[in-house]
């Protein structure tokens, strides 16, 4: 067998696999709880609905320019501007196949195999193997020593004159982290010190949990205007997985670099899941406040749950819509590895929740909360009994 070198040491999606592999369970009738996807539970809101139903009908059903059609592009730049004070022009936009794609593109175009790639542990888990995809080498930077939040010297220490990136994610998916105005203006200041790129990935932005508040680091000054990469996406706000549309906003020539490997590779999304992102983007705010205000009240149910645990800890989640537990109390000659732990919780006590090695975290596991309280319950009953029966 020959296989690309870059290819070579690429490893699965833990969180693809996992939700997959438990979905296939559930799909044969076996009762499994599933706290693995990143995936909201709520069905796509209906007048989104409404609008791809009608783009079929209508017949816009052909190929749209690659980055876009111009009523989206319209319509993202004025969502960056409001919601980020982010001033984008349609030129700076390219629509992608989910925020996956926009970031592939942006790490395709503008990493080379020698350069390097700050990732901060935990990462989630594509933006490792996507750098090496593109030859380059990531350098992990570890948080769960500040307690998970940017340390500006450590970042500091491993850059090097072959640095050509930062990736960052706040909310943070796996930890619910959000950073603040203050850390991000620091990191800022040392992006442009030293001229490399970041890729801000904003995912999350709006499952917040007060008194915490988003900041958009491109928004702060030109220079880190340039430099940054803002990607952001439809799947957890609008509940809207499977519709596969992502966005990216950056600089003119360095977006049309990477409008390039969108061209070459997977063309123009979805037209349909455009007209319905159009729709999406103009929906009535209270719909997303609402599925917000019941991942708060999930939030809050499952870190009771976990409380009364003995052994078990957590990072108290932000943002988003997960939570990252601390099992290194439980792992030794039985459970050697996060991984050890998840496998038998899924296979013998029906439960599927990813391991935190696949974030660079290991002796965590991130439980997600886009679930029912229904089946958050269950599932922690059994990771209960399972540490019960085990431990
Ligand atoms: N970034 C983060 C942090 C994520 O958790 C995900 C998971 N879906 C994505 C990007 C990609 O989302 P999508 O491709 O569905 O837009
Ligand atoms: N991003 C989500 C997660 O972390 C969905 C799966 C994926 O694309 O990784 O679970």
Redesign the pocket.
């Known amino acids: 067998m020959k296989i690309s070198k870059r290819f070579a040491n690429v490893g699965d ?1 833990s ?2 696999k996992i ?1 997959s592999l438990a979905k296939n369970m559930k799909s044969k009738n076996i009762d499994v709880a599933i706290l ?4 909201p539970d709520f069905d796509t809101p209906d007048d989104i609905k409404k609008k791809a139903i009608e783009a079929i009908k209508e017949g816009f059903t052909g190929y749209t320019p690659v980055r876009g059609t111009n009523e989206l592009l319209e319509l993202v730049c004025e969502k960056f501007k409001i919601d980020n004070n982010i001033e984008y022009k349609p030129e700076n936009i390219i629509v992608s196949t989910g925020a ?1 794609q926009s970031i592939y593109n942006i790490l395709q175009a503008l990493c080379d195999e020698d350069t390097e790639v700050i990732l901060l542990a935990p990462y ?3 933006y490792i193997e996507m750098v090496k995809m593109t030859g380059a080498t990531p350098v992990v930077v570890d948080t769960s020593l500040d307690d998970f939040r940017i340390n500006i010297e450590r970042i500091k220490g491993s850059i090097n004159k072959r640095t050509r990136m930062i990736i960052i994610n706040s909310p943070n ?2 930890t619910g982290i959000v950073y603040t105005e203050k850390e991000l203006r620091e990191l800022s200041d040392l992006i442009v010190e030293n001229n490399i790129y970041c890729i801000s990935d904003e995912i999350y932005e709006k499952i917040i949990y007060t008194p915490n508040k988003h900041y958009s680091i491109a928004s702060f000054n030109e220079r880190i205007k340039d430099l940054t990469f803002t990607v952001n996406g439809l799947s957890k706000t609008y509940a809207m ?1 499977g519709w596969r549309i992502g966005y990216v906003g950056g600089e003119k020539k360095l977006i049309e670099k990477a409008l390039m490997v969108q061209t070459h590779s997977t063309s123009c999304t979805s037209s349909i899941s455009q007209k319905a992102a159009v729709a999406a983007l103009k929906l009535d705010n209270n719909i997303v406040i609402r599925m917000t205000d019941e991942f708060k009240k999930r939030r809050e149910f499952l870190m009771k749950k976990i409380e009364r645990i003995d052994g078990l800890k957590y990072v108290s989640p932000q943002g988003a819509f997960y939570l990252f537990v601390d099992f290194r109390n439980f792992l030794g000659k039985k459970f050697k590895t996060s991984e050890d732990i998840c496998t038998k919780l899924l296979e013998d006590y029906k439960v599927a929740v ?1 391991p935190g090695g696949a974030f660079g975290a290991e002796g965590f596991v991130r439980i ?1 909360y886009a679930a029912s309280m229904h089946e958050i319950e269950k599932g922690i009953d059994r990771i209960e009994k399972f540490l019960k029966e085990n431990i």
């Open positions: 999606s969180t693809l939700t693995a996807a990143g995936e996956k989630w888990v594509s998916n796996p997985t990813i997600s």
